[in-house]
RNA sequence: GGUCCGGUAGCUCAGUUGGAUAGAGCAUCAGCCUUCUAAGCUGAGGGUCAUUGGUUCGAAUCCAAUCCGGAUCACCA
């Protein structure tokens, strides 16, 4: 149990015995100590005063002395500052803390739940490559599915691949029309690129026919419906639906390429799947749901033939569910994946990791789950995170400035290059070695920079800050933890039995207390979909540690009690970084 | 206009769910490498927590109103 809670619970025992009231967690507060006082945690009285009929000095005097009477191995002694309770935990318990997890390898993780979460992320669509935005959903997706899973849960990691529909078939009408049969191998280009370009290519061409038309004298509306190149899209789209072979000969063909671009490039940030969805296998699901939603008169069918669902009872709007031709719109095909997913894999929660863009949708979809009395409703949630922008502004790929997630990762792993050869401490490395390094340390940056933020908010993306490597970054981390298996080369903890009644100093007490708080740290992550917790406490210890390296020399201690006891701080400490970063995906090299 | 989200140091962000004198990093300034990796450490300056009112022992945190910024409200996905 974490000491807070310890504390916690002793603090009831002691009030029920001294006063016999039975008191709850929730009645009153247990914080960490300012530093400014002494004590390392402290019981806040004030809540306590009113029921008791106490004053903050009687209260806390006879609530201090209970508890440390009673509990001596745990408190050695404590004060009272107005209504703060400040109590100081015995050396002895931050050691046992030490000695029971410094090679613990789950230290930190949950029991198991013997639940099954899903996390769908990533699900890019297949026109264009990825960008700036969608390395932020993929490192959260997968920091979360990390965290979830050190929770004790089962999880399954997902994405649903948009491989259809008009944005698709714009690509493919460019490419037929400019490409004269060029492929990624013809031109030496990857994939997801070489598609790409076309999707540009077609939005040039369109714009062009479109101010054609409009100089002709017609309606800007119209010309937008009448550019050839539009109609030729809309022809093709249709017959992509009715399965017309060389159309979907080109579809596949240039599916592929972009499926060979992409998984380069999830290669190289780590993100993995154990399940992919395509959306043109899963885009007609859903229908049975809108037969459902009509016998059960959840929704309503319009004298069109089009099916809706009033919400506004809830505050939302009217919504199509299926159009009047009988296809299915956006928010049934997700309705139809939602019970998919259920049925494959049982789920109990559900994760959809998209952008706040698509708040409204996620919304929609899970009160129309629940109408309709879909098991599953209840455990939706949408992981709803903040657009990345750039100091000057949205990122806008009409005007070019989108970030490219390949080009992102090339300049960053340069930037590392420079800045190891400037430093010069691995000079004996081989090539192989330095190039994995250098991708450790420049992934590395980019996951904490785009991690560390609260999720929910959006983002500025600076790039000369992202490649910056000191101060709250990830290759500050990396290298904290790299100096201390410097340490641990030269001699490793062995016995711990002479350090069990050593006393600590400031800095040794209270890195133990930051380490302690690891578990409850990775919990609280998990139970607010938050990675930026985890972030910015592996920050802290750290920075914890930096200071208590230039304090106190490991390998010429003042005794070889304390050099032993700060091998295991070392270790411990060693491991709270490299498993904490290993949960936000990202490594930590043994030298740098 | 309706709904949702955000507003904290020059900039980027924390703030343990209502607790003590609001914290980091970057940037600026001043120090520290003959001592386990200076991608480090120590210190200084920098704040009307958007504004106003309310709730109470106590508010950046909760409530209300206002201001500013963003998202969304398609028979697109």
Known sequence: MAIQQQIQQAAIDSLEKLYGKTFTAKDFQINKTKPEFAGDYTIVLFSLLKPLSKSPDALGNELGKHLTENHAQMFTSFNIIKGFLNLTVADSYWI?????????????????????????????????????????????????????????????????????????????????????????????????????????????????????????????????????????????????????????????????????????????????????????????????????????????????????????????????????????????????????????????????????????????????????????????????????????????????????????????????RKKTEDLGKVKDFTAEELKELYKTISLGALKFYLLRVDPIKKMIFNPEESIDFHGYTGPFIQYTHARIKSILRKEKAQDSSIIQGTGLLPLEKELLIELENYPTVIEQACNEHDPSHLANYIYTIAKTYNSFYTEHSVMKAESEEKKQLRLFICELTANVIAGGMQLLGIKVPERM
Not at 158 to 182: E, P, Y
Not at 280 to 294: C, F, H, I, P
């Open 96 to 416: 046992s803390v030490l000695i029971n997890n410094y090679n613990n390898t789950s230290f930190g993780r949950g029991e198991a739940k013997h639940k099954k979460v899903m996390i769908e992320y990533s699900s890019p669509n297949t026109n264009k490559p990825l960008h700036l935005g969608h390395l932020r959903n993929n490192f959260l997706g997968w920091s979360i599915a990390a965290i979830i899973k050190a929770n004790g849960y089962d999880t399954v990691k997902t994405c649903i691949v948009n491989d259809r529909g008009v944005h698709i078939c714009k690509s493919m009408i460019a490419w037929q029309l400019f490409a004269s049969g060029a492929t990624p191998q013809s031109t030496n280009t990857k994939g997801d690129h070489f598609v790409g370009d076309y999707y540009v290519k077609f939005n040039d061409e369109y714009k062009k026919q479109v101010e054609e038309l409009i100089e002709g004298g017609m309606k800007k509306e119209d010309a937008e419906k009448e550019a050839p190149i539009m109609k030729a899209t809309q022809q093709m789209l249709l017959d992509w639906e009715a399965g017309k072979p060389e159309v979907m000969e080109l579809w596949k063909e240039m599916n592929s390429w972009v499926y060979a671009g992409f998984d380069e490039t999830y290669k190289r940030i780590g993100s993995d799947f154990d399940k992919i969805y395509y959306e043109s296998n899963t885009y007609l699901l859903g229908k049975k749901t809108v037969q459902e939603g009509l016998s059960k008169h959840v929704f309503i069918q319009k004298e069109d033939g089009s099916v809706w669902i009033d919400l506004t009872a809830d505050g939302l709007d009217e919504k199509i569910v299926q159009r009047k031709d009988g296809t299915s719109v956006y928010i049934t095909q997700d309705i139809g994946l939602a019970q998919q997913k259920y049925e494959e894999y049982k789920i109990d929660q559900s994760i959809y990791v998209i952008g706040d863009e698509q708040n409204y949708h996620m919304k929609v979809l899970q009160l129309i789950c629940k109408k309709l009395g879909l098991p599953y409703a209840d455990g939706i949630y949408h992981l709803s995170y903040g657009m990345v922008e750039l100091p000057t502004g949205k990122m806008k790929s009409r005007e070019g400035t989108v970030v490219d997630a390949d080009d992102l990762l090339d300049e960053m792993e340069n930037v590392a």
